[in-house]
């Protein structure tokens, strides 16, 4: 039900985007998060959007340089990844849940498979 696509290897300093193209779904209610995974660590929220639009969530290790956003009639979302550095490396995740907005992971029923971010320096 949800498609992540967009990865690939960049040098720091650079951009991508990555898109998460959903389907199946009931309601057009419904928020969209992004998880990363870097190699040995733990999934982390990156940032989520609520299902308007109006309300976002960058984590502190990407504000100013990742912006989210959505397009309800294509029922796509969007990561925009700028400026990435080294530290960016990981697979990264899109979810999506109905109701309210949320940086919890385990609140999420719906994930699309991984793409693969490298960045090198």
């Known amino acids: 039900q949800l498609q992540a696509s967009g990865g690939g290897s960049v040098q720091a300093g650079g951009s991508l985007r990555l898109s998460c193209a959903v389907s199946g779904f009931k309601t057009d209610y419904f928020v969209i998060a992004w998880f990363r995974q870097a190699p040995g660590k733990g999934r982390e929220v990156v940032s989520c959007i609520s299902a308007e639009g109006g309300r976002k969530y960058y984590a502190d290790s990407v504000k100013g340089r990742f912006s989210i956003s959505r397009d309800n009639a294509k029922k796509e979302g969007y990561l925009y990844l700028d400026n990435v550095e080294p530290g960016d490396t990981a697979v990264y995740y899109c979810?999506?849940?109905?109701?309210?907005?949320?940086?919890?992971?385990?609140?999420?029923?719906?994930w699309g498979k991984g793409t693969q971010v490298t960045v090198s320096s």
């Open positions: 979810a999506a849940k109905t109701g309210v907005s949320s940086i919890v992971q385990s609140e999420y029923p719906y």
